[in-house]
């Protein structure tokens, strides 16, 4: 199985400066389409998850623009530019490129 | 609009069988990959099984091979998990998701609300 691990797994910011979190995994995570099928999700407390980021780098329908991904191969990083209160939750990276699909372990992000 | 709506969650002893269900909506149902992932109480996401759009291929999670079974019908828009020889450590709230590809998620699109599952004596 791949193993995708998270850090920091757990990040105080203060409301308007930026954070940001790292995912690597334990193999490349190239599919044999060519895509890279690592994706970020965000859970706020009490709901369920969210689709922020897929196929490493693309935001999905109605993801703000302050969210950003970028990597490749084994290496991954989310990027919030200005977190915001709403922002508050935990952060899991995700790889679809094999069964089983795994997840990172969580970051849970606060405000200061 | 994409929906996903789970039920048929509750309370089950050990050795106890639930079947959950997903009604689907708003989008070509027979063309995605579905799954279900599951959220043990305080802890994180972990897949639990995924069937492709035609429902000809599945997968399972070693932890729940042998015990549950995923189908879906087409034809209802519908994704099923039958979940047999229950254990403690199966106790959560289960997600139904819909994928982005045909034969495997590649990504979760769209995230149902969720079903709790508690088994205990």
């Known amino acids: 199985d791949i193993v995708m691990t998270q850090t920091p797994l757990s990040s105080p910011v203060t409301l308007g400066q930026a954070a940001s979190i790292s995912c690597r995994s334990s193999q490349s995570l190239v599919h044999r389409d060519g895509y890279t099928y690592l994706s970020w999700l965000q859970q706020r407390p009490g709901q369920p998850p969210r689709l922020l980021i897929y196929?490493?780098?693309n935001r999905f329908s109605g993801v703000p623009d302050r969210f950003s991904g970028s990597g490749a191969g084994t290496d991954f990083t989310l990027k919030i530019s200005r977190v915001e209160a709403e922002d508050v939750g935990v952060y899991y990276c995700m790889q679809g490129t094999q069964f089983p699909n795994t997840f990172g372990q969580g970051t849970k992000l606060e405000i200061k | 609009e994409v929906q996903l709506l789970e039920s048929g969650g509750g309370l089950v002893q050990p050795g106890g069988s639930l079947r959950l269900s997903c009604a689907a909506s708003?989008?070509?149902?027979?063309?995605?990959?579905m799954g279900w992932v599951r959220q043990a109480p305080g802890k994180g996401l972990e897949w639990v099984s995924v069937v492709s759009g035609s429902g000809g291929t599945t997968y399972y999670a070693d932890s729940v091979k042998g015990r549950f079974t995923i189908s879906r019908d087409n034809s209802k828009n519908t994704l099923y998990l039958q979940m047999n020889s229950l254990r403690v450590e199966d106790t959560g709230v289960y997600y139904c998701a819909k994928g982005y590809c045909s034969n495997v998620i590649c990504q979760a699109e769209y995230w149902g609300q969720g079903t709790l599952a508690t088994v205990s004596s």
């Open positions: 708003g989008f070509d149902f027979n063309t995605h990959a």
């Open positions: 196929k490493v780098s």
